[in-house]
């Protein structure tokens, strides 16, 4: 941690994998930033875990991609399973390859990725990164944001020309922003497991969508061996003192081989699940990227992979901004589309993949939505359409010759959203037509 007393030209709140990500651009482009982090050190969790080829590009271009390929498993898969009938539907990851990034998905603990990019960042002289000051404050006038923090010897102010607010789903700078955070939380919990199984054993793929109504789950692997993740859902009126007897009910029940099934609990945490969305994304010099701008609920690892594509494209555009490059102008495209990419893309494809997982209940309903996902099984080129459209709508850069600026206009139509429809949709998505008080 540097511990320079300067004027930065940004500051960013914050220092997750999108408060990184953003740094590392400004500081790559020559800008001071300073990132201002209340915990005491990056925080031990391996939350989210997959980063998509696409994502892969963006790392490619801030020059940590080796350093991140070396950290990850390649993902080559996702299996589909109907739980009730034992049907496994599997998607090889398709080949995607371009000349900066591999083809496949990593898996990539949250927290590891966290000191890859900080290790990057502090290489750079332009950048210093402050732990242990909880932000508390912002105010802005026309030249500047004076960002107000207490630290364990009392209190601090840092003054920069812009600031980014990558604080969380319950972001302070949002909130002192006065932004609202529109959208709903799931009726259920969420739990989260770390366990070692050897699921490899019984055939899983490196992510698994297991599909059903009462023991609905998601089961990806976190590293080389035998840690994986396993994730479902359950009512949010069960007490949570008795959850550990329910972790036991619940392995014995899905985990697969015969018994007794021998598993180590490594970590476990129940959760709430939201899916919200900044009412906007930009007031005056402040702007807000990862989860203080939106949320979603974890089915499909689209809330890091939603953030990051937030900060790719805001680190550059914010450089190019104070060194002249460009008018601010392309902050604002950046607030609209970030917000119209969230709400049309990533919180829907979210949405539906976590009704069919966990909701599906109709028969009919689930026939449905198994026929695409056994075509795209069959079929290689069309998983790699598939991808290949997902990844033409989320640009690294809003600078490209304006071309990926159009790309991510909010202005959409249809033909885009059905590229972009979940493989096996319900055709049911919600947004975030509830209004409710932000966690």
Known sequence: MSSGSRRPDVCVVGAGPVGLTTALGLAAAGVGVTVLESAPDIAASSRALVHQSHTLEGFARLRVLDAVLRAGTPLRARDFVVRRTGERIRHPTPDLRTGSAPAYNLILRQDELSRILLRRLLRFPSAEVKFGCAVDTVRQNSASVRVGYTHKEGRGQLEARW????????????????????????????????????????????????????????????????????????SAALPEKTLPRRLAEFFARNLPGPRPRHYELVAHAPYRAHQRTAERFRVGRVLLAGDAAHVTNPTGGMGLTAGLHDAFPLGEALAAVLLGRCGEDVLDRYAEAGRAAFLTRFSPLATDLKRLVFDTRDPARLAEALAPLRRLAADEELRRSRAAALRSVLPLSLLDDGQAAGRLRPDLGTAAADLLEPQGSTGHHSGPQERQTAP
């Open 163 to 234: 600031a980014v607010g990558a604080d969380g789903a319950r972001s302070t700078v949002r909130k002192s922003l006065g932004v609202e955070f529109e959208g709903f939380t799931w009726p259920e919990r969420f739990v989260a497991t770390d366990i070692r199984y050897d699921f490899a054993a019984h055939d899983y793929a490196d992510a698994n969508f297991v599909i059903d109504p009462d023991d609905g789950s998601i089961i990806v692997r976190i590293d080389a061996g035998k840690l994986w993740r396993v994730a479902w859902t359950e």
